[in-house]
Each structure stands twice: as structure tokens, then as C-alpha cells.
């Protein structure tokens, strides 16, 4: 069945280092993909988007190309700050709404 | 309003009694989801209502758990009996006409702690 499986948690890196997040998909069809931000203490937020095959979503200087090819949407960012620390989540939709397990990303200073 | 708007923010509740958690969807929204997100787990899906139609309730884990949605907008998920395990974040979310491609709209939360 349809399905997203994302990296495990959780992530410690320090300010300024690469952050990337591996997620796959199963699913038929087209999917739409999202990545989901939940800073402490609050609700899901939508980070960015692609509806489609090599759109690339970004927002605040974080990435994700839609490839379908190889089935992913791994989440990128060149230079993570402190205030990136969240849980992030990858989702697709395909009928319904299908969310990861949510990474942790702390990042020290 | 402008959001999705959960209340209350925080309810700690004693074993057995019964708990409300209220959800305000953004005006407009046709389709509605309670999520449960226990401690350092993903989203679990509860139930969704979209329109008028039947709710999918595939996703309540006991009979004690039911949800209403009147007038197509305010949803309320109640817990009877509450149990310890039933400790987690109620995450409700609402989505416009225009999704698939543009996502859901998720309220804060409320933590309910039954102790």
C-alpha cells in the first residue's frame, strides 16, 4: 500500500553543516509531496511543495526535488541554523494525506 | 478566521472522565482531519470528514474515540474514558477546494495528558 518512509532520527548537527533528510514514496499515480515543519511547542507547518515530477519545492533556504524515478524527496539545506531545530515531516498526497514518522533535527551552535 | 484553531491548548484529565477537543477549520474549508501524535511518533490518522459525506472513521482506535462536525465546519473529537495511553497531541488540519496541491492547514494542537 501506499506508504512514505523517511530517515530516522535523531539528527544533531552543528550551525553552518549541510542538513540532509532522506524520504521515499509508494504510491500509484502522480502524488503531490510536502514537506511538514513542527518547531516546539506548535502545530505542522507547510515547508514547501512539488505536484510534480522534477518540480524542486524551497522555502527558507531549504530544497526538495520531486524524483520520480527513483520514488524520493529528500529535504536539503546548505547551512542549517539554530533556529532550524524542528521536527520535520514528509508527506505525499495520493487520495489522502500520508505522513512520515518525522525526523528531529536539533542543531547546536 | 485566519487559521485552524484548537482548543483547548492543554487538558490534563484524571483516568475515566470523558475529554471534548474542539476544532475550528479555516472558513470555507470543505475537508476536515483529526491526527494524534503520540510522544516522539509520527501523525496518526484518526477520522476525515469531507463535505456532507459519511466521515472516514477508519482510523479511531477504540470505540471510546467518536467525532462530529456540525454545520460543515466546528469539529469536536471526544474521548470517553479516558486512558493513560490516550496521552498525546490532537492535531486537527483543514484543507481548501484548491488541495491536492497546496497542502493542509494544521491547528497547534492539544496535549491532553490523562493521569
Known amino acids: 500500500g501506499d506508504s512514505v518512509t523517511q530517515m530516522e532520527g535523531p539528527v544533531t548537527l552543528s550551525e553552518e553543516a549541510f542538513l540532509t533528510i532522506n524520504c521515499t514514496y509508494t504510491?500509484?499515480?502522480?502524488?503531490?509531496l510536502f514537506w511538514y515543519v513542527q518547531y516546539p511547542g506548535e502545530g505542522l507547518q507547510l515547508l514547501l511543495k512539488a505536484t510534480k515530477a522534477d518540480d524542486k519545492g524551497s522555502n527558507k533556504g531549504f530544497e526538495a526535488t520531486y524524483r520520480k524515478e527513483t520514488t524520493s524527496f529528500h529535504l536539503e539545506k546548505g547551512s542549517v541554523q539554530v533556529s532550524d531545530s524542528a521536527v520535520y515531516f514528509c508527506?505525499?498526497?495520493?487520495?489522502?494525506?500520508?505522513f512520515g514518522a518525522g525526523t528531529r533535527l536539533t542543531v547546536k551552535p | 478566521g485566519a487559521g485552524v484553531s484548537q482548543s483547548p491548548s492543554n487538558k490534563v484529565t484524571e483516568k475515566g472522565k470523558d475529554v471534548e477537543l474542539r476544532c475550528d477549520p479555516i472558513?470555507?474549508?470543505?475537508?476536515l482531519y483529526w491526527y494524534r501524535q503520540s510522544l516522539g511518533q509520527g501523525l496518526e490518522f484518526l477520522i476525515y470528514f469531507q463535505g456532507n459525506s459519511a466521515p472516514d472513521k477508519s482510523g479511531l482506535p477504540s470505540d471510546r474515540f467518536s467525532a462530529e462536525r456540525t454545520g460543515g465546519s466546528v469539529s469536536t473529537l471526544t474521548i470517553q474514558r479516558t486512558q493513560q495511553e490516550d496521552s498525546a497531541v490532537y492535531l486537527c488540519a483543514s484543507v481548501g477546494q484548491a488541495h491536492p496541491g497546496y497542502g493542509y492547514t494544521f491547528g497547534s494542537g492539544t496535549r491532553l495528558t490523562v493521569v
Open positions: 504510491a500509484t499515480g502522480y502524488p503531490s
Open positions: 508527506a505525499f498526497y495520493n487520495n489522502d494525506m500520508r
Open positions: 472558513s470555507g474549508h470543505t475537508a
